[in-house]
């Protein structure tokens, strides 16, 4: 009986996770995330301090005590250091969620041996976004003569929001597909056909939402994932690893291009904005994109927005850290 009353408790606290998981990217929804987060807490809380018998590790010990120190350091920059020390601690409630959410990540993982029900709970709340986001484009598609949308923001509140979400998730496939080829280990419980299928989805999504700097993590995480795969599989022979080396290249350079094509920002003359955002000196908007001039190309037209105001932005701080 006291078997089952845990049972019970464990899989409530694993409803609760996937609420949390999936209200989580969706605005206007603070009070169904903030009460699926403290109910979460609180389960797993009660179970870990009843009946895990968790001991820290040394890595584990490592990352709390950088936790520790990284959670001192910012909060003496904001009390001592910072003139504005109101708006810096009320910046840090950030940083104070995201502790509370790795504290609660650190229960999951501890108080019971069904981790594996957990992630995969977790990963399939998330998975929901990229399959709306993938199904509200098949929807466009039919309603508008076969043509595909760009910026689509799924439930979030901008496509970079949902960007977010993908790049998110397609880690996830990245870790199992990494997992099922090096270790021949099985985390999320579905066959290799329906994982490839998965990531079909994922990227369809990544192009669906269009964001650029999404793109620039796929670059990342797919090269990473490729080293990885190449590195360590030391029973596949030089020549297969160089295969697939190049298949995969291929194939992702191609998807790229076909994001780089989607996204009209990158024709709105890209370099020559590039020269004037970097004239910090003479273009002043990206101190005001509302207040200040906005500078123009050659041809007349007005530059793009996130064309011009991000490497503005990055000289500007950059030069502002050096001093």
């Known amino acids: 009986m006291r078997a089952l009353s845990q049972d019970k408790i464990i899989y409530a606290g694993f409803v609760f996770l996937a609420i949390l998981m999936f209200f989580w990217p969706i605005p206007r929804t603070i009070a169904v995330r903030n009460i699926a987060l403290g109910l979460s807490l609180l389960v797993f809380g009660y179970l870990f301090f009843k009946y895990s018998k968790f001991a820290l590790i040394d890595i584990q010990k490592k990352v709390f005590y950088i936790l520790v120190a990284t959670t001192f350091w910012f909060y003496f920059q904001a009390i001592v250091v910072s003139s504005e020390t109101a708006w810096a601690l009320s910046e840090l409630m950030q940083w104070a969620s995201a502790l509370v959410c790795f504290g609660l990540g650190f229960f999951v993982a501890s108080v019971d041996k069904r981790v594996k029900i957990a992630f995969f709970i977790l990963f399939s709340a998330i998975f929901v976004h990229v399959l709306y986001v993938d199904l509200y484009a098949i929807k466009y598609f039919v309603s508008n003569n076969a043509v595909f949308p ?17 790049n998110w998730i397609l880690a996830f496939v990245g870790v199992e597909i990494y997992f099922r080829a090096i270790k021949n280990k099985k985390i999320i419980p579905v066959d290799n056909f329906v994982l490839a299928v998965i990531f079909v989805l994922i990227m369809a999504s990544s192009y669906f939402e269009t964001m650029r700097f999404g793109f620039i993590g796929l670059i990342f995480t797919f090269v990473g994932f490729l080293f990885l795969y190449i590195l360590e599989a030391n029973t596949i022979s030089i020549a297969k690893k160089s295969a697939i080396f190049t298949l995969s290249l291929v194939a992702f350079i191609s998807f790229l291009y076909v994001g780089y094509k989607s996204d009209p920002r990158w024709e709105q003359g890209f370099k020559e904005t590039l020269y004037i955002a970097l004239d910090t000196k003479n273009n002043k908007a990206w101190l005001g994109w509302n207040k200040y001039p906005r500078p123009t190309l050659s041809n007349g037209q007005t530059v793009e927005g996130s064309n011009y105001l991000r490497p503005a932005w990055i000289k500007e701080g950059a030069i502002l850290i050096a001093e």
């Open 150 to 166: 760009t910026k689509v923001d799924g439930l979030t509140e901008g496509p970079d929001k949902a960007n977010y979400i993908t």
